[in-house]
């Protein structure tokens, strides 16, 4: 609370009147009890709301699915067949999620995937996903997660899909490099400073 260690034991002895260690304690100002009252009762009925419009999306089937997490730290998402894939990783720990989701939007379904994703992008169609991952640049069968293609290259900090699924734009430090993904043939190599 506030930035400061043990801000709750700290507050009670400014109260009792502990204040000979305490630097600037006069500068401390107590908030009236009311007034966070008052704020705790606007934050209940902000939350109340919220969830009354979010049920009324749903009903209207405007917000199509919602998933809430506390603890992530990075998002990655695209368009995947007739749904998209959101990859996330948690920053409790190193493990990747990477998930489905798709009609009739009540679950998500998780994906066996190894490896953190930084990345990842899709065809117009979705039926073609390229992923950067620690390990190099990968390009995916939406309908059965197989991997088509290993680019086998490292360093691709983010990257674009063509709209036919037939070339990938890998963004370097340096360098933007295209790639064929059916062959994996490098096609260019473009400064990423023009």
Same mark, same amino acid.
């Given at each position: 609370?506030?930035?400061? *260690? #043990? ?9 009792? $009147?502990?204040?000979? +260690? %305490? ?7 107590? !908030? ?5 009252? @008052? ?15 979010? &049920? ?16 992530? +730290?990075? &998002? ?29 939007? #009540? /679950? ?19 039926? =073609? ?9 990968? %390009?995916? #069968?939406?309908? #059965?997660?197989? /991997?088509?293609?290993?680019? =086998? %290259?490292? @360093?691709?900090?983010?990257? @674009? ?7 990938? *734009? ?13 062959? $994996?043939?490098?096609?260019? !190599? ?5």
């Amino acid at each position: 609370m506030l930035g400061i *260690a #043990n801000a709750a034991t700290a507050y009670e002895y400014i109260k009792a $009147g502990e204040t000979s +260690r %305490i630097q600037r304690a006069k500068d401390f100002e107590e !908030v009236p009890e009311d007034q966070v009252a @008052a704020e705790k009762t606007e934050r209940q009925e902000r939350k109340k709301r919220i969830a009354t419009i979010k &049920k009324k999306l749903k009903a209207d089937g405007i917000l199509l699915f919602e998933e809430k997490h506390k603890d992530i +730290r990075m &998002k990655v998402a695209c368009a995947a067949g007739d749904g998209f894939v959101l990859a996330f990783r948690s920053v409790a720990s190193t493990r990747e999620m990477l998930r489905s989701f798709g009609p009739p939007w #009540n /679950e998500p379904q998780p994906l066996q995937f190894e490896g953190a994703v930084w990345a990842i992008s899709s065809d117009t169609s979705g039926q =073609r996903i390229a992923v950067v991952k620690e390990d190099g640049v990968f %390009i995916f #069968n939406e309908s #059965n997660w197989n /991997e088509l293609r290993d680019l =086998r %290259i490292s @360093a691709c900090s983010d990257l @674009a899909l063509s709209p036919d699924g037939l070339t990938v *734009a890998c963004a370097q430090i340096e360098v933007m490099e295209i790639y064929d993904t059916v062959s $994996g043939k490098r096609l260019a !190599v473009l400064p990423s400073h023009l």
